[in-house]
């Protein structure tokens, strides 16, 4: 689905707003209007790429309505804060970019070299080359960034990373969780773990991945839902799930 002619100019006005706010050199345009893929409902994903001292104070100065974060406020990676807004009664989240890390984590994933973040909504935590993910897949409205392709290092190291936390999450699960019958601990494991094999499956087929949104369904590892739709509290039926769903990711595993 390709944006209207009134999306890109309401693209075009937020698009010369936020590249006049101080220290930006750069505005994306990422998520499923990015690709094509979006709904009319669906929000506008944004970022800015700021060099310096970016204040999310001049962000809010523009006065649209909504949550503006502080720098580090949603953890204080490499995904570092952003807003949720209203702009013109549409949904328009600003993610802040600083490029100096970005071009650190550039450089980082082109040689293999990544690191593990929590992050908010997101059960399996984020790789540091996320951010290098959503150079190679955003639209570059304002400015001039890097395409990269994925790095045939990172294909190689990044799988075995997130198999060996799969492995971790389930283990850790059936020797101290489902002895218990703790169905809702054995269910988080269950589900991080599947995001864990997903990643490993497409970091492996050098896929980038920006969200867990469809990452499930990229991985074909969908069929995961059955073995958590037949939970139930006790041992036997909490170790049988586990088992299942090694079975499940053991080509990945």
Known sequence: MQLIAQDESFLDRLTERLSALPAVEAVTLGGSRAQGTHTPDSDWDTAVYYRGAFDPADLRALGWPGEVSGIGDWGGGVFNGGAWLTVEGRRVDVHYRDLDVVEHELAEAEKGRFHWEPLMFHLAGIPSYLVVAELAINRVLHGTLPRPPYPQALRESAPAFWRGNAHLTLAYARANHAPHGRLT??????STAALQTAHAVLAARGEWVTNEKTLLGRA?????????????????????AIEEAEALFAPNL
Do not use: C, S, Y
């Open 220 to 240: 074909g590892l969908r069929d995961v839902d059955g073995v958590l739709a037949g939970l139930k509290p006790d041992p036997d039926t909490l170790r049988t």
């Open 185 to 190: 601990e054995v269910a988080g494991a269950l």
